[in-house]
């Protein structure tokens, strides 16, 4: 999951400085909506293309069950997930491999705002056509 290459880390480094940006600005502690939102400011700033709450349908067998709303896209490559909890956990980095699954993309990165020091990490889903 952390092996990403450099592709994977040249889209996602600036997603990081923008993260860093905001938690710099805003401090640590709020609830997770502001976080996303002055991301979402901050990128567009960047002129770093994203979507904000996109949806995807979520099928069992040929019949749509649900739908799963992302935080973000970024770069239509990468799904950012906004947090503040206590820590990035195996439980995040799970759901986080599900978001990829659903979404067809293979690279996550997901931020927590809790700390003064900001905190990310990256998940890869390995393509399985290789």
């Given at each position: 999951?952390?092996?990403?290459?450099?592709?994977?880390?040249?889209?996602?480094?600036?997603?990081?400085?923008?993260?860093?940006?905001?938690?710099?600005?805003?401090?640590?502690?709020?609830?997770?909506?502001?976080?996303?939102?002055?991301?979402?400011v901050?990128?567009?700033?960047?002129?770093?293309?994203?979507?904000?709450?996109?949806?995807?349908?979520?099928?069992?067998?040929?019949?749509?069950?649900?739908?799963?709303?992302?935080?973000?896209?970024?770069?239509?490559?990468?799904?950012?997930?906004?947090?503040?909890?206590?820590?990035?956990?195996?439980?995040e980095?799970?759901?986080?491999?599900?978001?990829?699954?659903?979404?067809?993309?293979?690279?996550?990165?997901?931020?927590?705002?809790?700390?003064?020091?900001?905190?990310?990490?990256?998940?890869?889903?390995?393509?399985?056509?290789?």
């Amino acid at each position: 999951m952390s092996n990403l290459n450099s592709d994977d880390q040249v889209i996602t480094r600036p997603i990081i400085g923008c993260a860093m940006r905001v938690i710099n600005t805003l401090g640590h502690g709020l609830h997770e909506k502001p976080y996303e939102n002055a991301l979402c400011v901050e990128l567009k700033t960047q002129g770093i293309p994203f979507e904000q709450q996109p949806r995807f349908p979520i099928y069992y067998r040929t019949v749509q069950v649900g739908e799963y709303v992302p935080d973000l896209i970024v770069e239509r490559s990468v799904v950012v997930d906004t947090k503040t909890i206590e820590a990035i956990g195996d439980v995040e980095l799970g759901r986080m491999l599900n978001y990829l699954r659903i979404t067809g993309l293979t690279v996550g990165l997901i931020i927590n705002f809790k700390r003064p020091k900001l905190e990310w990490r990256h998940v890869w889903l390995r393509d399985h056509h290789r």
